[in-house]
T-cell receptor
Framework: GDSVTQMEGPVTLSEEAFLTINCTYT??????LFWYVQYPGEGLQLLLK?????DKGSNKGFEATYRKETTSFHLEKGSVQVSDSAVYFC?????????????FGQGTILTVHP | KAGVTQTPRYLIKTRGQQVTLSCSPI?????VSWYQQTPGQGLQFLFE???????NKGNFPGRFSGRQFSNSRSEMNVSTLELGDSALYLC????????????FGSGTQLSVL
């Protein structure tokens, strides 16, 4: 079945450092790909989305490019802030009749120090 | 536009009891999905409702059930609670048309003692 694999965490960075969180997927066809973020004590928020190969999703300084050839959707940010500390999830719609169902990676905890 | 609202925010129950969680979706959204989040298992899909009908279901026992009302509000019920049911239960709403962009509530933190 469809699956998502995220890099092992946690990730600890200093403010203004460059961030990469790796995500690779296994899927039938070319599904939309998502990054969600979960701040402490909150639910998940959609961070960005890409719907087809070579699409680049971007939001709040974060970017991710849908790479069909490497089945990857890595999340990047050029200069992280303390406020970016959160858990980041890569996700894709589950295969078949997948109404409301996303398959999530295990999540990557990011901590940014001043 | 108001977001997804889940109530209550926290719940403490004992084994064997039953619990009902509530979710009000974003206005205009007809689909409501439920997820269980635990440190060990991550995010797991429970079920999805659209126009009062369950369209999709995850791999959870029958103790977990849900329903959706005509105003799209949804409830989730867990009967005969077990210690392992302790989790953050998240509700998400969407248009239900297949875009799969989900909008999540803040969740209900359930502790089973």
């Amino acid at each position: 079945g469809d699956s998502v694999t995220q890099m092992e965490g946690p990730v600890t960075l200093s403010e203004e450092a460059f961030l990469t969180i790796n995500c690779t997927y296994t899927a039938t066809g070319y599904p939309s790909l998502f990054w969600y973020v979960q701040y402490p004590g909150e639910g998940l928020q959609l961070l960005l989305k890409a719907t087809k190969a070579d699409d680049k999703g971007s939001n709040k300084g974060f970017e991710a490019t849908y790479r069909k050839e490497t089945t990857s959707f890595h999340l990047e940010k050029g200069s992280v802030q303390v406020s970016d500390s959160a858990v980041y999830f890569c996700a894709l719609p589950a295969g078949g009749t997948s109404y409301g169902k996303l398959t999530f990676g295990q999540g990557t905890i990011l901590t940014v120090h001043p | 536009k108001a977001g997804v609202t889940q109530t209550p925010r926290y719940l403490i129950k004992t084994r064997g009891q039953q619990v009902t969680l509530s979710c009000s979706p974003i206005s205009g959204h007809r689909s409501v999905s439920w997820y269980q989040q635990t440190p060990g298992q991550g995010l797991q899909f429970l079920f999805e409702y659209f126009s009062e009908t369950q369209r999709n279901k995850g791999n959870f026992p029958g103790r977990f059930s849900g329903r959706q009302f005509s105003n799209s509000r949804s409830e989730m019920n867990v009967s005969t609670l077990e210690l392992g049911d302790s989790a953050l239960y998240l509700c998400a709403s969407s248009s239900g048309t297949g875009d799969e962009k989900l909008f999540f509530g803040s969740g209900t933190q359930l502790s089973v003692l």
